[in-house]
């Protein structure tokens, strides 16, 4: 005859063999149910996995708006340091290159400024701010031809704009 001790170690693992049985069937019933459902919505888990991926535009977004806060926290090193990444990505991004100015422009630095205007008016011949920053720098340089020339394309471009 056992003791209670030795009928409890024996129940044990047959609880355990049974509840595995139990756990291997409940798997092979779900994944079949499963398998039957994602044949019709196949694209589910696609969507959710697209969903988590950052695009490039998400990518461009986020370094120009952490390059704002920096320079929010007056750091401007690591403010042209996330400009900088995000022209790595997209190196026609006329944000960038027009926030990339007005840090130059915040600096007194009038040409490099100038020169950055001059790239985001290249990547996007309809950006407004590139022409009027540009116009300002041009003016701070009494460059007042260049920054009359931009302030008229932007006129004749823009006729009904109050900012002019």
Same mark, same amino acid.
């Given at each position: 005859m056992c003791s209670n001790s030795q009928n409890l170690l024996l129940?044990?693992?047959r609880k355990a063999k049974i509840t595995f049985l139990r756990t291997l069937q409940d798997a092979l019933l779900y994944l079949h149910f499963t398998a039957t459902f994602m044949i019709k919505l196949w694209w589910v888990p696609c969507l959710l996995l697209i969903s988590c991926l950052d695009s *490039?535009?998400?990518k461009l977004q986020r370094f120009l708006m952490q390059s704002n806060d920096m320079v929010k926290k007056q750091?401007?090193?690591q403010a042209e340091r996330f400009l900088l990444e995000a022209l790595?990505?997209?190196?026609c991004f006329a944000d960038a290159?027009?926030?990339l100015g007005t840090i130059y422009f915040d600096q007194r630095k009038y040409d490099e400024a100038i020169h950055y205007y001059? *790239?985001?008016?290249q990547c996007n011949p309809a950006f407004f701010d590139g022409?009027?920053?540009r116009a300002n720098?041009?003016?701070e340089l009494n460059e007042h031809y260049r920054a009359l020339k931009d302030l008229e394309t932007l006129e004749g471009n823009y006729p009904d704009t109050s900012r002019i």
């Open positions: 129940k044990k693992p *490039k535009e998400t750091n401007v090193e790595k990505i997209d190196s290159w027009n926030n001059d *790239k985001a008016v022409y009027f920053n720098a041009a003016f």
